[in-house]
């Protein structure tokens, strides 16, 4: 079973799951800092979704949501979705993005 929250606070648990998830999604960019990672959660131009297991409470994906202003309203964009490899095919990424559109 997976659960899906809105980042409020970057502390080393969000850390170390960055350092372990963005190796899966980006062979060329590094992992994000604490600096990195508490600039996406403080911008109101982004919200930063994470997945867990339940059962281990493991953050097993995250998703990055961009949001900017057009002439015509708001826009969103979902970014750098990324899913622990053991954990794909459970629905993680589903979450995330149902997370994303609510």
Same mark, same amino acid.
């Given at each position: 079973?997976?659960?899906?929250?809105?980042?409020?606070? =970057?502390?080393?648990?969000?850390?170390?799951?960055?350092?372990?998830?963005?190796?899966? &999604?980006s062979?060329?960019?590094?992992?994000?800092?604490?600096?990195?990672?508490?600039?996406?959660v403080?911008?109101?131009?982004?919200?930063?979704?994470?997945?867990?297991?339940?059962?281990?409470?493991?953050?097993?994906?995250?998703?990055? &949501?961009?949001?900017?202003?057009?002439?015509?309203?708001?826009?969103?964009?979902?970014?750098? =979705?990324? =899913?622990?490899?053991?954990?794909?095919?459970?629905? =993680?990424?589903?979450? &995330?993005?149902?997370?994303?559109?609510?």
């Amino acid at each position: 079973m997976i659960h899906t929250t809105e980042v409020v606070e =970057v502390d080393d648990e969000l850390i170390a799951a960055f350092e372990h998830l963005t190796p899966q &999604l980006s062979s060329s960019s590094p992992a994000p800092g604490a600096d990195e990672l508490a600039a996406i959660v403080a911008s109101p131009a982004t919200v930063l979704f994470i997945a867990r297991d339940i059962d281990s409470g493991e953050i097993v994906g995250s998703l990055t &949501l961009a949001l900017f202003r057009i002439p015509t309203g708001m826009r969103a964009w979902i970014e750098d =979705v990324v =899913v622990d490899g053991a954990q794909r095919g459970k629905g =993680v990424g589903n979450a &995330l993005n149902q997370a994303a559109l609510d």
